[in-house]
């Protein structure tokens, strides 16, 4: 870990927020003495299956192959010193812009030297029908003007600490290889390459106009095609065609444009495409606070995220992955339970593996890393609505359920007339059992839900049994959360404490009313930091402000009747993603540092989902 822990909370001399999509020019130091960058210097690419982050100095500290959730062969996000690194960067001193081509998930980054300037284009290259049967990684070099000279390394990691690269000559030359994969370093117009035992590095001399690359493509545990370097700088102008035809089956005309769309492309990329279900986030044990140990592997799919997802991409039009998160929910559900599982796999089945920590230090030594998330064994209630408001809002759409999946949702609603009355972790998965209101609440939606299903025949069960139940779930929040002390609805009966998770309760409908209003109030003052809020009481000495709570108050605030500051409080979280628009879990409020994982599913599904409220003004 750094001697220096005052410089964990840096985020360099320049301002990388927000600016409406335009490229922030200047010098690059957000990295530290031992190497690790910033967490808001990064942007990400990604081909529908992983997700490589992109330093703003070129290079890639994080990108496991062949899948988002595997081992990453390149990890020093979380070790600096072995866990491996895709590098590409002038070898004078220089400054650096960025921007994503417009309408896509690739990355434009300027570098500008003392000789000259030059650019670099990185993609996750997909192909002509989709998805590649292999990973390739494509990072073209354009002359811009002067002459610059770049040094480029592959270096993949030890996995941490559980294998060791090598470099391995076959008859086509040298590869490389480390545990199961197999990987390929293709250049086009090099000033000469260099092998070693464990990493290929290369040397490119631009002038303008001059066009070359640096390309990588990988294959696990089968026989990898080595890919013409010309075919890799073809594949980049075809993802960007590509990219550009998904984007363009969607339009945003409401305010908040660049961050809207540039939003749902980070939605697009963490659709794991092969199964259609939505990872969380990219990345494993990023710390929720400077002080460290809330490091957590979200690399799943959470039944909450998906509703949310739905919800937004409903909105925008976006028919085949809806279809394809529904589908994959309720047969995964099927095949396992008749009551759903907080998160499944990204390949749609449980996580079944208890969390393990590995051998490494962890992002500026904030530890531990781990794989795997121990949420997968508790009984949280909320999930029960999530469920059915997916389900509402793919048939509300038009659509229709298959019989089989009408049975399996008949039999969760009858397990949410049961299961409301017990204790749970709650929605922010704590150890400690509870009557948490909202995990009620939870439960009134899917049953209020289930109801409305079963009235207009997509549901065989007894629609009078689910409202009887909703209501009395109804009487009992009423009795026993609300706190005239607090003026507001309680994170639990007797706790004196609020949560901010109470305002997904003016979403789903519940309360819009004065008592609801009230309760924004209490979090406001009790969870606030400006403009963001903490999770729940006492949160504030354990972690940073939780990003999706904040967009999640602009959308209460809008539907209780006060839209003037609603629309305000949009206009001061636009400085909350970063320079390319990504957002993390939490950032820390003094500072703007990000932390947690990134980019974070349920921050930007909460920015859309505001942005669209305050639009339309309604859900």
Request: hydrophobic share 40%; proline share 4%; net charge negative.
């Amino acid at each position: 870990m750094s001697e220096h822990p005052a410089t964990l909370a840096r985020v360099g001399s320049l301002d990388l927020t927000w600016a409406g999509g335009g490229p922030v020019e200047g010098p690059v130091d957000e990295r530290d003495a031992d190497g690790y960058a910033d967490l808001r210097t990064y942007a990400t690419i990604g081909d529908g299956r992983t997700i490589a982050l992109v330093a703003r100095d070129g290079r890639i500290d994080w990108l496991p192959l062949p899948d988002v959730s595997s081992v990453a062969a390149f990890g020093a996000l979380l070790d600096a010193e072995n866990g491996g690194n895709i590098g590409l960067c002038p070898t004078t001193a220089f400054s650096a812009g960025r921007r994503y081509v417009p309408g896509t998930n690739v990355l434009e980054t300027t570098f500008t030297t003392a000789t000259g300037s030059v650019r670099v284009t990185d993609s996750l290259n997909t192909g002509v029908a989709g998805r590649l049967p292999w990973a390739e990684l494509g990072r073209r070099i354009e002359g811009v003007d002067g002459e610059v000279e770049l040094r480029a390394e592959v270096a993949p990691g030890t996995f941490f600490n559980q294998a060791s690269p090598w470099v391995h000559s076959t008859v086509h030359g040298k590869v490389l290889r480390v545990d199961g994969l197999t990987l390929a370093v293709r250049t086009l117009a090099d000033a000469g390459v260099e092998v070693d035992d464990r990493r290929i590095g290369a040397t490119f001399r631009t002038s303008p106009g001059s066009r070359h690359l640096l390309g990588l493509v990988a294959t696990e545990r089968e026989a990898l095609t080595l890919v013409e370097p010309e075919a890799i700088d073809e594949g980049i102008d075809r993802t960007v065609a590509n990219w550009r035809a998904w984007s363009g089956t969607f339009s945003w005309d409401g305010p908040w444009q660049p961050a809207v769309e540039r939003s749902a492309m980070v939605l697009k990329q963490l659709i794991y495409a092969p199964t259609g279900a939505l990872a969380a986030a990219a990345t494993t044990s990023l710390p929720e606070s400077l002080a460290g140990g809330k490091n957590w592997d979200y690399r799943f799919a959470w039944i909450r995220d998906t509703a949310y997802a739905l919800t937004a991409l409903f909105r925008f039009g976006v028919r085949e992955e809806t279809h394809s998160a529904i589908s994959w929910l309720l047969r995964t559900m099927r095949e396992f339970s008749d009551e759903p599982a907080v998160f499944y796999t990204l390949g749609g089945g449980l996580a079944t593996d208890q969390p393990t920590q590995r051998d490494s230090p962890g992002w500026r030594g904030l530890g531990p890393v781990v794989r795997g998330n121990g949420a997968r064994d508790q009984l949280q209630l909320g999930v029960f609505g999530d469920v059915f408001s997916i389900v509402q809002l793919y048939v509300d759409h038009g659509n229709v359920l298959d019989d089989e999946s009408g049975r399996l949702l008949t039999l969760i609603a009858d397990r949410a007339c049961d299961r409301w009355r017990s204790r749970d972790s709650g929605m922010w998965e704590l150890p400690e059992l509870q009557h948490f209101t909202t995990s009620k609440l939870g439960c009134w939606q899917a049953l209020h839900q289930a109801a409305h299903l079963s009235e207009i025949g997509q549901l065989p069960g007894s629609a009078d049994r689910w409202r009887s139940e909703a209501e009395e779930i109804r009487a009992w929040v009423d009795r026993h959360a609300w706190s005239e002390e607090l003026g507001g609805y309680e994170w639990y009966p007797g706790s004196g404490k609020l949560d901010a998770s109470i305002l997904l309760h003016a979403i789903s409908g519940f309360d819009r009313g004065e008592r609801m209003s009230a309760t924004l109030d209490a979090v406001r003052r009790e969870l606030g930091a400006g403009p963001h809020l903490y999770r729940y009481s006492g949160a504030a000495d354990e972690e940073g402000v939780f990003v999706a709570c904040s967009y999640w108050m602009v959308s209460a605030l809008q539907l209780v009747g006060r839209e003037q500051e609603a629309a305000e409080l949009m206009e001061e979280l636009m400085a909350a993603p970063n320079d390319v628009g990504l957002l993390a879990e939490m950032i820390e409020p003094e500072s703007g540092a990000f932390l947690g994982n990134l980019p974070q599913a349920l921050s930007h599904l909460a920015l859309l989902n505001a942005a669209i409220t305050v639009h339309t003004g309604n859900r």
